[in-house]
């Protein structure tokens, strides 16, 4: 087993998927990341989209460009066109993005929906 295997294992477990994801600071670490994926200091940027590429599929070879200022500015990259296609069918849902859809549901009337 690799270790990219050894450590999705690991989060996959509800336990600790639920304490990373339900027990620490949401707003701080929300504001942390989105200063820290600002730098533009090169090792900084480089360590960054590594880690993400090694916990994630990430797919470069669909951005328009292959240079990036900052994880920002990589994870927010503009594809190319025909890269992503989006479902046209009403009765399904499409996340053409690099996440993972965590919950999704009915939106009726005056429900609110938040996603992220």
Known sequence: MT???????????EDINFL???RIPRQTLTRFMGWFSKIEQPWVRDASIATWRFFTD????????????SMHDCFTRE???GARSIAQDT?????????IVGAH???ANT?????K
Not at 91 to 99: F, I
């Open 3 to 13: 270790l990219r295997q050894q450590i999705q294992n690991v989060l996959g477990q």
């Open 20 to 22: 990373l994801t339900n």
């Open 58 to 69: 990430l797919d470069l070879s669909e951005a328009k460009k292959q240079k990036f200022t």
């Open 79 to 81: 594809l190319k066109p």
């Open 91 to 99: 009765d399904c849902m499409t996340s053409p993005v690099d996440a």
């Open 105 to 107: 549901g009915c939106i």
């Open 111 to 115: 429900e609110v929906f938040q996603a």
